[in-house]
């Protein structure tokens, strides 16, 4: 695949669902940028309180949610369900998840020129905790309640959407 170099370093990009637009510094961009990736925020219930599922990558250690890139044939929806099935085990629906609630964060990956662009929906109902299934590409998983899961998710992004994940839970 063929770089095109820029004139102009700064680089303005506006997010297609929420209209957010921010502005990077970067110097090369290919025409895979913005690496797009799509996931679902899941929760279940324990004794009437609210626990977010939390994955540790294998291969870089951070902690996240079920999420991976949206491959070239598919809807951010149909990339959302199929990670969530790969990486949990979860068969989930359309109807299982809130596509009103869409959570997008566009960010520079560090150490690189490239952008990724990461939307997130809700899972519009909790899913039984006994019916996890890790796939190899974590290395561990935990239930969470908000507080010890801000503490354990290191992006800003992610906490931003893990926020708005909880009040939507809470208030709807």
């Known amino acids: 695949m063929e770089l095109k170099r820029l004139e102009c370093y700064l680089r303005t990009v506006t997010c297609p669902n929420?209209?957010?637009?921010?502005d990077?510094?970067?110097?090369?961009?290919?025409?895979?940028?913005?690496?797009?990736?799509?996931?679902?925020?899941?929760?279940?219930?324990?004794?009437?309180?609210?626990?977010f599922?939390?994955?540790?990558?294998?291969?870089?250690?951070?902690?996240?949610?079920a999420k991976g890139h949206v491959d070239?044939?598919?809807?951010?929806?149909?990339?959302?369900?199929?990670?969530?099935?790969?990486?949990?085990?979860y068969n989930l629906t359309t109807d299982d998840v809130f596509e009103v609630f869409n959570d997008c964060a566009t960010y520079l990956l560090p150490g690189t020129s490239t952008l990724k662009r990461t939307v997130m929906f809700l899972a519009a109902k909790p899913v039984a905790a006994s019916g996890l299934r890790v796939s190899g590409e974590h290395q561990q998983f935990k239930w969470c309640d908000l507080s010890a899961a801000l503490k354990l998710l290191?992006?800003?992004?992610?906490?931003?959407?893990?926020?708005?994940?909880?009040?939507?839970?809470e208030n709807n």
């Open 24 to 51: 990077y510094n970067i110097a090369v961009i290919s025409n895979d940028n913005p690496v797009t990736a799509s996931g679902v925020v899941l929760y279940s219930l324990e004794e009437g309180k609210v626990k």
């Open 154 to 169: 290191g992006h800003q992004q992610s906490k931003t959407c893990l926020l708005r994940a909880s009040d939507w839970v």
């Open 18 to 22: 929420c209209s957010l637009a921010q």
């Open 53 to 65: 599922l939390l994955l540790q990558s294998a291969r870089h250690q951070t902690w996240g949610f």
């Open 72 to 89: 070239s044939n598919e809807t951010l929806m149909e990339c959302a369900l199929r990670e969530v099935s790969e990486e949990t085990g």
